[in-house]
């Protein structure tokens, strides 16, 4: 495990110029998974971008320290894994695809990166670290990854290091996609663990990260919501490049995710799409069916602007002509497609767009020109082709769409305007959260100076998924209507003409389903079948088949009446399709997603129903029957009355002659007892006589099937029943629980779907294939030459912005993280699972403190004791000093006197010889 770096570890490792240590550091603390550590490099200048690069990130996939995982696994199922193999970006790749499921395209598999990364791999020197190979960067240009943090992401995840992958989250751009990329890569981590038969926790651990995942996606779509419910729109419907070129609102569908689909704004979202170009609030499936029916009803609805079309999610076919009809009416001058003199007569027509740029969340870094140009420039217009999005080089006049300069400068114009406008800036800058809240996209007053045409009316009345999906059901109707009344008429030899138009109505059916196959995301076939091909496709697909062998057998064969009964058949699996159009109601939606529910869990019981059935179905068979040959019909009677027999059909009824002889062995429970009561009752002779009499006609053990039927009934009717229906009750309240989530979820596949069929109706819709496999061919040979990118195949209503509204949204959804961050960290502060925390801190900080004093404690008595033992020696010194002062004391008067007697006796001799001394 790495130490724990410290700012101050940061400062010296850069003051003594160790960049390379810093990257060291960085890597260890991601292989260790030190969160803290990461975080503190992160904060303090560590640039990921320069960081992370291709070994580097294969360097982290091959390390062996950290958690373990089952990414080998994974990888195992794509390619061939030996002994010494190392994970390589194209195969980790392969594995998120596998992953992700439903056709989506991780950009490690792709054209763009392939060509790089073998790059690099000419440019490297391939080395082995423990046994592993990995790759040295020898002076070459490093591949840049676009976005770091979310390779890390999927690093951290695939790894199960979740703690790292939630600090990745983080950081960076495009946190709402992450949040769901990461739910949906742990779920199927977990599905493959279960599968596997791996340990329970591993799963379950899983599954915990999954929804935490999941919880994070939906409060943070919940907090942009609160801050700008128009950009946040803008966050669900713009094209991800990043991620397989999905929409966060496509990526939560693929991940399961209820609440985030049934949350309002993407209800809102999912209302306007279903609407498409028509502004239909009340009675809208009445005023559609009226449209259908009597045409020109359609011009007295109302229709949204021009502008507002060109704002709105496209598919890439509808963006592409968008783009060329704005071009071709901007250059004209008497249908220019935002008029300076409206926008300077309507102020408030900047601001009410359906997807219009907020100006609450403006970025600080963005200039006021191009402030203004972004108000006036739509956000769903893009460049033509050669400006990708994807890059950040800035655009040259030869990359730049012709919709982008005739904008701008229009936008120019009307910034000139504004100037000697009083007030036009406050306009969209006073007071933005109110106005925000004051403007919703269901509650704008919109002034339209420029309305749509009479044929994009038509138009956009045709391709509203509503419409499609009424014009279906009607025509759904009437040919359910003929079926019912060919079938229920006698049989003609030849075909009539109401059978022509069922098979072509079927063929054209057909044909459509064989298109969408075609036309799905998936590219590798084997993935379109799994993908395409869920229940209603299936049943749909069995319907027609059959529906196409029961006509041809209805009209190469004389006798129509094995045809009619396929056709039957085939009208069974056609009404039941009628369950999938009337799906879309709220109410009955989520009751047919309850059947299923309860079939498939119907399913294992019913198994259990039938190996009971073959355990009495088969003794009884054999014993009441001991002479029978080998026929079919022996296998039918195994199941068939012990079936009917657990609905309380016992078959008691016995056919006896005068002479008390049984002609009818097939019914009854006990059938030879029954016969001798039957007789005794009947004849009135006694039992003994009569069992005599019946006894030679009772097979073998005829009293086993009675004794096997109680227990029988008793499993069928009693355990198996009891447990069907409490399976089906608890199926009930789970589904009645979240019926409404359920359906909300329901919604976005349903607006899909109809998003991507054809207007016109079968039989009638080979019209349109014809009409569009000329636009394909079209659109294939602009795509020859240059003009256009986009796939054909693609359906999906995305934005399509350029690299400035790319950042600008971007900027936005950083805020928004920023002040989710504060929420967070302001809840769990408030939460009482944290005041205990922090109680249960401060009590160990308390005891700690304890501790210490009580070690003080400890330590102040020793050197008390040391220092109480120190002041007794010098007690004892005392004693001994004033013992000696004492008897210094008591000598001292006795030293005087000597002192002063041989002072006196040395006075006296002095005295004697100064007198000698004078004498002489």
């Known amino acids: 495990m790495s130490q724990l770096l410290t700012p101050k570890d940061i400062i010296s490792m850069r003051q003594n110029g160790s960049t390379d240590a810093l990257k060291d550091a960085m890597f260890d603390a991601l292989v260790d998974n030190d969160v803290d550590s990461v975080r503190i490099l992160l904060e303090n200048g560590v640039s990921v971008y320069k960081f992370l690069t291709i070994e580097r990130l294969e360097q982290l996939y091959n390390a062996e320290r950290g958690p373990p995982h089952t990414l080998v696994y994974i990888v195992g199922d794509v390619v061939k894994v030996h002994s010494n193999y190392s994970y390589t970006l194209p195969d980790v790749g ?29 440019d490297s020197v391939r080395i082995s670290i423990n046994g592993k190979a990995v790759f040295e960067q020898q002076n070459a240009e490093e591949y840049v990854f676009k976005y770091p943090y979310s390779d890390l992401l999927i690093w951290a995840v695939l790894t199960k290091r979740y703690e790292m992958a939630l600090c990745m989250w983080e950081y960076g751009e495009e946190a709402l996609a992450k949040s769901l990329i990461a739910s949906k890569l742990f779920k199927s981590l977990a599905d493959e663990a279960a599968e596997d038969y791996l340990k329970v926790e591993v799963c379950e651990e899983l599954k915990k990260y999954a929804e935490k995942f999941q919880n994070l996606s939906v409060e943070l779509l919940e907090c942009s919501y609160k801050h700008s419910d128009v950009q946040t729109l803008q966050l669900l419907t713009y094209e991800l490049k990043y991620w397989s070129k999905e929409t966060c609102l496509s990526l939560a569908a693929s991940s399961d995710n209820k609440a985030f689909v049934a949350h309002p704004c993407c209800q809102v979202l999912l209302a306007d799409l279903w609407h498409g170009g028509m502004r239909l609030r009340n009675s809208s499936n009445l005023k559609v069916v009226l449209g259908l029916l009597f045409p020109p009803s359609i011009f007295f609805f109302e229709f949204k602007s021009r502008k507002e079309l060109f704002q709105q999610p496209h598919t890439a076919f509808e963006h592409d002509d968008d783009v060329n009809e704005a071009f071709s009416s901007g250059s004209d001058s008497d249908g220019s497609l935002f008029s300076s003199d409206s926008d300077a007569d309507d102020p408030d027509s900047h601001s009410v767009d359906l997807f219009a740029s907020s100006a609450a969340r403006r970025s600080a870094r963005s200039a006021k020109l191009n402030t203004f140009l972004r108000i006036f420039r739509p956000l769903r217009q893009t460049s033509l082709p050669n400006d990708s999005a994807a890059t950040v080089m800035p655009e040259t006049k030869s990359q730049r769409s012709p919709v982008t300069d005739l904008l701008e400068s229009q936008s120019l114009l009307d910034l000139t305007t504004n100037n000697h406008r009083p007030n036009a800036k406050d306009n969209h800058t006073e007071k933005p959260l109110k106005r925000r809240f004051k403007r919703t996209l269901l509650q704008q007053q919109i002034i339209r100076k420029h309305p749509i045409r009479v044929r994009r009316k038509l138009y956009e009345f045709f391709v509203a998924p509503i419409t499609t999906f009424w014009s279906w059901f009607l025509s759904y109707l009437i040919f359910l209507s003929v079926l019912t009344y060919v079938l229920l008429i006698r049989t003609p030899v030849n075909p009539t003409f109401s059978e022509y138009v069922l098979v072509c109505y079927v063929i054209t059916f057909g044909i459509e389903l064989i298109r969408k196959l075609i036309m799905s995301k998936p590219q590798r076939f084997h993935e379109k079948l799994e993908y395409f091909f869920g229940f209603w496709n299936t049943l749909t697909m069995m319907a027609v088949v059959s529906h196409f062998i029961g006509f041809l057998c209805r009209t190469m064969y004389s006798n129509p009446a094995y045809g009619r009964c396929i056709l039957s058949l085939s009208a069974v699996l056609w009404t039941i399709k009628m369950l999938d159009f009337l799906s879309v109601h709220p109410n009955i939606g989520p009751l047919v997603t309850m059947a299923g529910n309860m079939i498939t869990s119907m399913t294992y019981v019913t198994v259990m129903l039938c190996v009971s059935l073959l355990a009495f179905g088969l003794a009884r068979q054999s014993i009441n029957f001991p002479n029978e040959d080998w026929h079919w019909i022996l296998l039918r009677n195994i199941f068939y009355k012990p079936y009917f027999m657990s609905y309380g059909e016992v078959y008691a009824k016995t056919n006896l002659s005068e ?30 006589e009569a069992e005599e009499t019946l006894r030679k006609t009772c097979v073998t053990g005829h009293w086993i099937p009675p004794f096997l039927m109680v227990f029988f009934c008793l499993i069928s009717n009693v355990l198996l029943t009891s447990m069907l229906v409490a399976i089906f009750d608890h199926i009930f309240k789970e589904t009645d629980k979240m019926s409404q989530q359920i359906w909300m979820f329901q919604r976005y596949h349903q607006v899909m779907q109809y998003e991507a069929t054809p207007f016109v109706p079968p039989p009638f819709t080979w019209i349109y294939h014809i009409y569009m496999l000329v636009k394909y061919v079209r659109h294939w040979r602009l795509i020859r030459i240059g003009y256009r990118s986009n796939s054909p195949f693609d359906f999906s209503l995305k934005l399509f912005l350029n690299t400035e509204e790319l950042e600008d949204l971007h900027d936005f959804e950083e805020e928004c993280m920023e002040d989710f961050a504060r929420e967070k960290e302001y809840e769990k502060h408030g939460t009482d699972e944290e005041r205990l925390y922090r109680s249960a801190e401060r009590t160990k900080l308390i005891l700690r403190r304890i501790n210490n004093l009580v070690m003080r404690k400890g330590r102040v008595r020793t050197k008390v004791d040391l ?54």
């Open 94 to 122: 392969l594995a998120v695809e596998k992953l992700m499921d439903n056709g989506f395209r991780f950009y490690y598999t792709g054209s763009e990166f392939t060509e790089a990364y073998n790059q690099a791999q000419k």
């Open 659 to 688: 002479l008390c002889i049984t002609t009818d062995f097939t019914n009854g429970i006990d059938i030879c007892n029954d016969q001798i009561w039957e007789c005794h009752q009947r004849m009135g002779i006694p039992l003994s």
């Open 867 to 920: 220092l109480e033992g120190r002041i007794e020696q010098l007690d004892s010194c005392q004693n001994e000093i004033v013992d000696c002062l004492k008897q210094i004391t008591s000598a001292v008067p006795t030293i005087l006197n000597r002192i002063q007697s041989r002072s006196m006796a040395s006075t006296s001799n002095n005295v004697r010889m100064s007198t000698k001394t004078a004498k002489t």
